[in-house]
C-alpha cells in the first residue's frame, strides 16, 4: 500500500497561519485606531472638553465648542464673493438657564441678558472668563442645517438629538 505524502499544510501549519493572520489584523486595528492627543488632532470630544475655556464650568453649565472666525468680503461691482482664512479656537455655550454665571462674574449687563433672552437665544464665549478678556456674545441656534451624518443608510437608528440650549 502506498501513503499519501504528508501535505506542505497540515492543521497545525494552519492553525499557527490563522492565528499569526488574526493576531496581525488585531496589532493593525490597535495601531490605526489609537488616539493622538495632540492639539493638532482634535479626534474626540473629551479633548474638545479639555480645551475649553473654564472647563469647570463650561462643562457643567453649557458644552465645549470648536468656535471658527471667519470674514466675508463682498464687491457688489462685480459681484464676488471673498473668504478669509478662518481661525479655531476653542469655545463654551452656556445652556439659557445657566446664564448666571456670566452674571455674578460682572461680565453681562441686565440689557444685554434682556435682549438675548427676548430673541431666545444663548450666550457662547472664548477666553478666560477669570482675569482675561473673554469675547462674550449672544448666539442663536441654527437647527436648519441638519445633522447629516445621523441618517446614513445602514447606519442604525439616528441618535436622539441633544437638549436644546
Known amino acids: 500500500m502506498k501513503r499519501n505524502p504528508k501535505s506542505a499544510f497540515n492543521y497545525t ?3 499557527l497561519f490563522a492565528g499569526i493572520f488574526i493576531l496581525g489584523i488585531g496589532i493593525g486595528i490597535a495601531f490605526s485606531s489609537t488616539a493622538n492627543f495632540s ?28 468656535v471658527m472666525d471667519t470674514r466675508v ?4 461691482n462685480p459681484f464676488n464673493v471673498y473668504v478669509a482664512q478662518p481661525t479655531m479656537r476653542p469655545g463654551c455655550v452656556l445652556r439659557t438657564n445657566n446664564w448666571a454665571v ?19 437665544n444663548t450666550f ?3 477666553g478666560n472668563l477669570d482675569g482675561g478678556s473673554p469675547q462674550i456674545d449672544c448666539i442663536y ?20 438629538e441633544t437638549e436644546r440650549f
Open 73 to 76: 468680503f463682498l464687491t457688489l
Open 13 to 15: 501549519s494552519l492553525a
Open 102 to 120: 456670566l452674571e455674578q462674574r460682572g461680565l453681562l449687563k441686565g440689557e444685554a441678558v434682556r435682549d438675548c433672552k427676548n430673541r431666545m
Open 39 to 66: 492639539p493638532a488632532n482634535v479626534a474626540t470630544r473629551e479633548i474638545i472638553d479639555r480645551s475649553a475655556p473654564n472647563p469647570e464650568l463650561c462643562i457643567p453649565f453649557g458644552a465645549s465648542a470648536i
Open 124 to 126: 457662547g464665549y472664548t
Open 141 to 160: 441656534q441654527n437647527d436648519a442645517a441638519k445633522n447629516l451624518f445621523l441618517n446614513q443608510p445602514g447606519a442604525g437608528v439616528p441618535a436622539p
